[in-house]
C-alpha cells in the first residue's frame, strides 16, 4: 500500500508542485494539504497521514512548533521537513521537536520519495548538505574561548552567531563565511542581521569594533 502524505507550505503553488511531482510515485498518495500550522493539527487528524512534508514558516503556528504539537500527540505520524532553511538553529530545533528527517527545498523527486519511505520506516534521513554539517558540527571541538566569549554583552548571541561575529571580526565577507561554516549566503545574511539587532549596532562596521573591542577576531 502506498504512504500516505500530508503537505503542510504556505506557498499554494509550492504544494501544488510537490503534489504534482508525488502524484506519478506509486509509493506515495497525497491525502491533503494544509496552509499553516493550525491547519495541519486539524488535518492530521481529519485525514490521518503516515507522514507529514512540513515547512517550517507558516503564519500563525510555525512548523516547529506543529511538529512538537503532532509528535506528542500523533507520534506514530513521521514528519519530514522540506525548508529552504539550512542553519543549524532550525535543524536541531526541528530534531528536538520530532522530525525524523530534514531536506532543502531543491531536493528532487526521489530524493523526496526515499526520504518520505525512511520517514514512514521511523528511520531519520538528512539531505547531504544537511547530513555532513550535522557531522561537522558533532566533530568541531568546543573552545573555551567561545564559551567566555558568549558572556557578558555577547550573551544573547547563539553559539552559531558568536562563531560568525569572530569571523566577522576577523575581516571576512558573507561569502567566505558561508564558504567556511557550509551555509548558504542568504543564510549567513539572516545571521548577520540577527547579530547586528542584538548587539544594537548600526552596521558591519560598529559589529567589528565591539567585537575586537571584546578580543575576537585574533584566531584565524
Not at 52 to 67: E, Q, V
Not at 76 to 100: C, H, K, N, P, Q
Not at 133 to 156: D, H, L, V
Amino acid at each position: 500500500m502506498s504512504i500516505k502524505v500530508l503537505i503542510a507550505d504556505d506557498h499554494i503553488f509550492y504544494r501544488e508542485g510537490v503534489r504534482a511531482l508525488l502524484s506519478s510515485s506509486p509509493e506515495v498518495t497525497v491525502v491533503g494539504e494544509a496552509s499553516s500550522g493550525e491547519e495541519v493539527l486539524a488535518k492530521a487528524t481529519e485525514v490521518g497521514p503516515q507522514v507529514i512534508l512540513m515547512d517550517l514558516k507558516m503564519p500563525g503556528m510555525n512548523g516547529i512548533d506543529a511538529t512538537r504539537r503532532i509528535h506528542e500527540s500523533n507520534p506514530e505520524i513521521g514528519v519530514l521537513v522540506i525548508t529552504m532553511f539550512d542553519d543549524d538553529d532550525s535543524v536541531f530545533a526541528a530534531m528536538r521537536a520530532g522530525a525524523r528527517g530534514y531536506l532543502l527545498k531543491d531536493a528532487d523527486k526521489d530524493e523526496v520519495v526515499r526520504a518520505i519511505i525512511a520517514v514512514e520506516r521511523g528511520e531519520a534521513i538528512f539531505s547531504p548538505a544537511i547530513a555532513q554539517r550535522m557531522i561537522q558540527y558533532f566533530s568541531a571541538p568546543s573552545t573555551p574561548s567561545n564559551k567566555k566569549g558568549q558572556s557578558g554583552e555577547f550573551a544573547e548571541l547563539t553559539e552559531r552567531e558568536f562563531e560568525i561575529l569572530e569571523l566577522i571580526a576577523q575581516g571576512h565577507n558573507n561569502l567566505v563565511i558561508s564558504n567556511k561554516l557550509s551555509l548558504s549566503i542568504k543564510t549567513v545574511q539572516n545571521y548577520v542581521s540577527s547579530i547586528l539587532t542584538k548587539l544594537q549596532v548600526a552596521d558591519r562596521a560598529q559589529a567589528i569594533v565591539r567585537a575586537r573591542e571584546a578580543g575576537l577576531g585574533n584566531r584565524k
